[in-house]
């Protein structure tokens, strides 16, 4: 499913997978894992001055709205973007 337009201060955010090894290489049961509230801007609103499509950001973990069909994606209002990374 395709999306055409969002309303004005939204924001579609596709955040990463979930990591299923930590950093020492242990296995994290998947009930454990999570999404982290960090991701890559797919498609932003006309008033939408926080943050640019394809900006990485970090947005409030739960404000964010899962879309029905596809688990990495978020919808989330431009007020819960709470950072911006820079490269």
Same mark, same amino acid.
């Given at each position: 499913? !395709?999306? !055409?337009?969002?309303?004005? !201060?939204?924001?579609?955010?596709?955040v990463?997978?979930?990591k299923?090894?930590d950093d020492?290489?242990i296995?994290?049961?998947e009930?454990?894992?999570?999404? +982290?509230?960090v991701?890559?801007?797919?498609?932003i609103?006309d008033?939408?001055?926080v943050?640019?499509?394809?900006?990485?950001?970090w947005?409030?973990?739960?404000?964010?709205?899962?879309?029905p069909?596809? !688990?990495?994606?978020r919808?989330?209002?431009? +007020?819960?973007?709470?950072?911006?990374y820079?490269?």
């Open positions: 499913m !395709k999306i !055409k337009k969002i309303q004005e !201060k939204l924001v579609l955010v596709r990463q997978q979930p299923e090894q020492s290489g296995f994290i049961q009930e454990w894992q999570t999404l +982290d509230p991701g890559v801007v797919e498609m609103g008033d939408v001055h943050c640019a499509v394809g900006d990485k950001v947005f409030e973990r739960y404000t964010a709205t899962q879309h069909t596809d !688990k990495e994606l919808m989330c209002r431009e +007020d819960s973007i709470m950072a911006v820079e490269d």
